[in-house]
């Protein structure tokens, strides 16, 4: 089992950066790649970004790339999503998950998940 717990959402004006937490916990936590979903009103869950187990691989959605960096550090059992040049698009709730696959770019391919946080970016 792990419990994920995000943090780190706020509000933020275009062109700003946020970094999100997700504190992990489970003893099998270092087992599982990590990924980074968000979810806007009225549109379906989409990735974002993906890092397997040991921090040596990292994936971006396309939309991303070049502004979000997903990190993990095994010692605090917490893996970040730093955003930099943040747009008004980027508004979402930003989901933390922990599953099997690398790099699992579906919501079904993650079998745990955190609660949220909301990220609003304003222009």
């Known amino acids: 089992q792990v419990q994920l717990v995000e943090s780190g959402g706020g509000l933020v004006q275009a062109g700003g950066s946020l970094r999100l937490s997700c504190a992990t916990s489970?003893?099998?936590?270092?087992?599982?790649?990590m990924g980074w979903f968000r979810q806007a009103p009225g549109k379906e869950r989409e990735f974002v970004a993906a890092i397997n187990w040991n921090g040596a691989s990292t994936y971006y959605a396309d939309s991303v790339k070049g502004r979000f960096t997903i990190s993990r550090d095994g010692a605090k059992n917490t893996v970040y999503l730093q955003m930099n040049s943040l747009k008004p698009e980027d508004t979402a709730v930003f989901y933390c998950?922990?599953?099997?696959?690398?790099?699992?770019?579906?919501?079904?391919?993650?079998?745990?998940w955190g609660q949220g946080t909301q990220v609003t970016v304003s222009s």
């Open positions: 489970g003893r099998t936590y270092s087992r599982y790649h």
């Open positions: 998950a922990a599953g099997n696959y690398y790099p699992g770019l579906q919501p079904r391919e993650y079998g745990y």
